[in-house]
């Protein structure tokens, strides 16, 4: 794989490094959700069918294979082109108060592009509780105060239809 030092400036905003490594094509969450998920249904699968060492097996199993397919669903958003897409159009929306600056809604559309594909299944009312937790705590675990939930959920709810629109072309 290239190194970092081998991607041109325009590259290495589009290559999602990854934090530790600074290697193009990360995606944590993603495949920490799926690892997650996929060893959890594998253990209860393997200690059905083969005891407590049949757990074992699948949630070792089920990990991996679960943290690939998690990396794979996780590359089909691309969040630095979804992010300049919301920074040029941001302050076209009705809630976007012009006294704010794009850097103020940010994590409120991230955590509403990345739900939605997370939970394509639900609609936005059904899933918003979810979405306002994850946005609260995304906030806290940055040291950022963020948008109160009032504001924010109109950026979180615009991201979220967005997606669903561009998914469904």
Request: net charge negative; charged share 20%; glycine share 12%.
């Amino acid at each position: 794989m290239n190194s970092n030092k081998e991607i041109n400036e325009i590259d290495r905003n589009d290559a999602n490094l990854d934090p530790i490594s600074n290697e193009p094509g990360a995606h944590p969450v993603g495949t920490g959700v799926g690892a997650a998920s996929a060893g959890a249904v594998a253990t209860l699968i393997g200690a059905t069918v083969g005891g407590p060492v049949g757990g074992v097996v699948g949630a070792v199993i089920g990990s991996v294979i679960g943290g690939l397919a998690g990396k794979g669903a996780a590359e089909s958003i691309n969040p630095t082109f979804i992010d300049t897409d919301w920074r040029e159009i941001h302050i076209t929306r009705s809630y976007a108060d012009p006294n704010l600056q794009y850097d103020d809604y940010q994590s409120a559309y991230r955590i509403g592009y990345e739900g939605f594909d997370r939970a394509v299944s639900q609609s936005f009312n059904d899933a918003e509780p979810q979405l306002k937790r994850e946005y609260e705590s995304y906030c806290t675990n940055h040291g950022r105060a963020g948008l109160p939930w009032g504001k924010a959920k109109h950026a979180v709810q615009d991201a979220w239809e967005k997606a669903s629109i561009d998914s469904n072309p």
